[in-house]
């Protein structure tokens, strides 16, 4: 399979991506392993692709906040020990999860933000740890929360002449750890679902938590009754079971609704009992 | 789109350590770079959804599956083919323990299998059967039902492939 013709060009600078995205026709590429797949089964065909990948927005930067370069692959995300220094472990076990060696290999968490599959592992640990999407155009930078990012299948809150730049994670409070769950299809290897929690433990008490589910529905989702449940001291499978029962849940063949009802509940159960063990055991 | 956007770009790799020059459309696949222009057919196309890893390539030392990169990408880049691997009849310590533990049956798998194996003990030289399959997650292998893959990786490894 080839893709259709495009022009090419490489971007000499942000702001010569972002001026180069003036065109509605023109689609940014990074590493490629969401467009370049689309392109060739023509779902998508841009008349000009603007490659990135030569910028340096690679890397991460470890200070009062962690900032990702948007061109960070999902193997260095995965290798960084930042993550679970600062009780960001989930981040990193995302990154881990996603595909296998060679698409982590190429894969951005730039451009896995950007695409917005429903399917990606990213987003959880992302809403989690409450990050923040930095975002460049036209006028400039901005940052996007990540609870107003992801706003449907495919569909996130980037503006169309805006390109991911970076995404930063505040540091959670001493005494926070996080854990990343998922279920895969065995097949393709994407979640079913995705769990991740955060958490912080304080006198032996769930004090904070953010929850973030990916996979079961068009858009992922802070499963907010969840973590208010667990505030309150509710039982982790009790609690993990509430976001779930309103949720518009995928289902097919293979996997039926109801099923992934209960997987995702099950999920995000261990997600968040495996953050606070971490935490306590961090804090021991 | 103008005429001259999308015209040949001219590209410049280096591979198997020799620098190569291809005037090429911006749409074609490293793959097919590879393949039809450079006759290195040595890397397969398999699956051509980035599932099944028989094109995987080093790029820059790192594992890549050829068919999911545009070669206008890979631009300055150094890519390792299986046939930068041995040398020609004379085969690398990794092929040789494919050979000698029965990690590949038809073959259509192998050269991705053992690009892929490469990148493995570079980043893990002692790598134990979890780490092997985990590592190898992204090559499919039809035949051998991947016990004598683990063993060939477990004999390079011993052979010091990764250090």
Known sequence: ?284 | MSDQDTALHRVTLTVNGTSRTLDIEPRTLLVHALRNELSLTGTKIGCDTSQCGACTVLIDGRSFKSCTVLAVQADGTSVTTIEGVGSGRELAAVQEAFKQHHGLQCGYCTPGMVLATVELLNQNANPDEAAIRHGLAGNVCRCTGYSGIVDSVKAAAAAGVGK
Request: net charge negative.
């Open chain 1, 1 to 284: 399979m080839i893709p259709a013709q495009f022009a090419y060009r490489r971007a000499t600078s942000v702001a010569d991506a972002v001026a180069a995205l003036a065109d509605p026709d023109a689609k940014v590429i990074a590493g490629g392993h969401s467009l370049v797949p689309m392109m060739k089964l023509r779902l998508a065909r841009p008349g000009t692709l603007i490659d990135i990948g030569g910028l340096p927005l690679r890397g991460i930067a470890d200070g009062a906040e962690i900032v990702v370069g948007s061109l960070t692959s999902h193997a260095d995300l995965a290798q960084a020990a930042a993550f679970a220094a600062a009780g960001l472990q989930a981040v990193a076990e995302c990154a881990a999860a996603v595909g296998d060696v060679q698409v982590r290999n190429a894969g951005t968490i730039g451009g896995s933000v950007a695409h917005g599959d429903p399917a990606s592992d990213a987003p959880a640990g992302l809403i989690a740890a409450d990050a923040r999407i930095r975002v460049a155009g036209a006028a400039g930078e901005r940052e996007i929360a990540v609870d107003a990012f992801f706003q449907g299948p495919f569909w996130t809150a980037l503006g169309e002449q805006e390109l991911v730049s970076a995404i930063v994670f505040p540091k959670p409070a001493a005494g926070s750890a996080s854990a990343y769950e998922s279920i895969e299809d065995p097949a393709s290897g994407y979640p079913l679902v995705g769990a991740a929690a955060l958490v912080t433990v304080a006198g032996g008490r769930v004090t904070a938590v953010r929850i973030g589910v990916t996979g079961v529905s068009g858009t992922p989702f802070r499963a907010t009754n969840a973590e208010a449940a667990t505030l309150a001291g509710a039982p982790v499978a009790d609690a993990a079971r509430l976001d779930i029962t309103g949720q518009d849940v995928f289902g097919d063949t293979r996997f039926d609704e109801e099923y992934r009802r209960h997987i995702a509940a099950v999920v995000i159960g261990r997600a968040v009992e495996r953050a606070i063990a971490r935490a306590q055991g961090g804090s021991q």
